[in-house]
């Protein structure tokens, strides 16, 4: 069972910037599509930031320009780097992870099973 763990949530001010990390348990590891979703209170849990095997990176409108996913494979971590934080950021950010058995995701450029989940990291942004 591969295991996917967040870390790096907190309270920032608006305007500021926080890096969250998932590591994950998978070995061997290999590179798998993997993304970050969030789920504000009353909300529907929504996709962030979505990175294939190959790289490439597809973002939600909503953070286009301030959000940037990354991956180190040699750390089997993936990274949401957040910038100008905004308050409606404000949310449980879930990591998510390849799977062969999971729920098909179409994102912009490519599409991802995703199966495997993390715990959730809470990240606050007063107003």
């Known amino acids: 069972q591969v295991q996917l763990v967040e870390s790096g949530g907190g309270s920032v001010q608006a305007g500021g910037s926080l890096r969250l990390s998932c590591t994950t348990s998978?070995?061997?590891?290999?590179?798998?599509?993997m993304a970050w979703f969030r789920q504000a209170p009353g909300k529907e849990r929504e996709v962030v930031a979505s990175i294939s095997t190959d790289g490439t990176a597809n973002y939600a409108d909503a953070v286009e320009d301030r959000f940037i996913i990354s991956r180190d494979n040699a750390k089997n971590t993936l990274y949401l780097q957040m910038n100008s934080l905004k308050p409606e950021d404000t949310a449980i950010y879930y990591c998510?992870?390849?799977?062969?058995?999971?729920?098909?995701?179409?994102?912009?450029?490519?599409?991802?099973?995703?199966?495997?989940w993390g715990q959730g990291t809470q990240v606050t942004v007063p107003f």
């Open positions: 998978a070995r061997p590891y290999a590179p798998h599509c």
């Open positions: 998510a992870s390849e799977s062969e058995v999971g729920t098909w995701y179409v994102f912009t450029s490519f599409g991802c099973r995703l199966g495997y």
